[in-house]
Nanobody, 114 residues
Framework: QVQLVESGGGLVQPGGSLSLSCAIS????????WGWYRQPAGKQRTLVAHIMTGGQTTYADFVKGRFTISRDSAKNTVDLQMKSLEPEDTAVYYCAAVDGHFTWGQGIQVTVSS
């Protein structure tokens, strides 16, 4: 079983950049997908991006080439690089590990505002 802890969130101005990191502890050989999701206040949690253990990536349409997900095996993290941030990107961002079931991190706030 793994535990996930997100870091790197905070306040950024529109057009700015932010990097999120998800530290992974524990092991689970059945995990086949790592993902980042987000949940704006009062709305549902939705996919931002995910990466398969083979390296294949998928992004939500709203990312529009602004975000990059990566898996750093040496550091044992899953990272999300975000640029050209918009106020609509404001949300709590969650890291997830999937082995048929979802394991979630506690979430981290990202606020895009001037």
């Amino acid at each position: 079983q793994v535990q996930l802890v997100e870091s790197g969130g905070g306040l950024v101005q529109p057009g700015g950049s932010l990097s999120l990191s998800c530290a992974i502890s524990g092991t689970n050989d059945r995990i086949y997908l790592w993902g980042w999701y987000r949940q704006p206040a009062g709305k549902q949690r939705t996919l931002v991006a995910h990466i398969m253990t083979g390296g294949q990536t998928t992004y939500a349409d709203f990312v529009k080439g602004r975000f990059t997900i990566s898996r750093d095996s040496a550091k044992n993290t899953v990272d999300l690089q975000m640029k050209s941030l918009e106020p609509e990107d404001t949300a709590v961002y969650y890291c997830a590990a999937v082995d048929g079931h979802f394991t979630w991190g506690q979430g981290i706030q990202v606020t895009v505002s001037s």
